[in-house]
């Protein structure tokens, strides 16, 4: 198998590991999987998070605050060049709060979100996380619209214009 094809499917596993470790709510396995300088990131309808202690700090705060999250990706591309390598993929997200008084599952959400993950390989070969960003799929809930009104329901909730998004 030739290096380019190795090295593809070595970040393509490393991009599954830090959508594990999210799923699992293993903090110390989402750290590992990022270099330890020079790193950032974007969540949706977040600013800018730099710094890995910040960076870190923002994924524990998000663990705490969410009870349940499962990622199903789709449209997953992997380039690689040279020690840099670019992930895009779409997040189908599925998460929940924290369970109902008489034991039953909470609330569960989906969304969509478009994340770029960029990947270096480190000192010892390994991908990790440089950077990733990721941006909430607006939703155009036109036609939900049209049909609640049809049935007097009035019009469907969501942003300006009946464009709601994941954040």
């Not at 596993?13 to 903090?27: H, I, M, P, V």
């Not at 730099?50 to 705060?61: F, I």
């Not at 924290?98 to 994340?115: H, I, N, T």
Request: negative net charge; hydrophobic residues 40%; charged residues 25%.
């Amino acid at each position: 198998m030739s290096g380019a094809g190795t090295d593809v499917e070595a970040v393509a596993a490393a991009n599954t590991a830090l959508y594990d470790a999210l799923e699992r709510g293993d903090l110390d396995a989402l750290s590992a999987q990022w270099l330890t300088e020079d790193v950032s990131v974007v969540h949706p309808g977040w600013p800018v998070i730099t710094g890995r202690q910040d960076v870190m700090r923002s994924y524990a705060l998000i663990m705490a605050n969410t009870e349940y999250i499962q990622f199903f990706l789709t449209d997953v591309e992997v380039s690689v060049l040279g020690d840099t390598a670019l992930v895009t993929c779409t997040e189908n997200i599925l998460s929940g709060g924290p369970a109902e008084e008489d034991g039953s599952a909470g609330p569960l959400v989906g969304g969509l979100v478009v994340a770029t993950n960029i990947f270096r390989r480190a000192g010892d070969g390994a991908w990790k996380v440089w950077a990733r960003h990721g941006s909430p799929v607006l939703i155009d809930r036109d036609d939900e619209d049209e049909d609640d009104e049809e049935n007097g329901d009035g019009p469907a909730e969501g942003g300006p214009g009946g464009v709601t998004g994941f954040a």
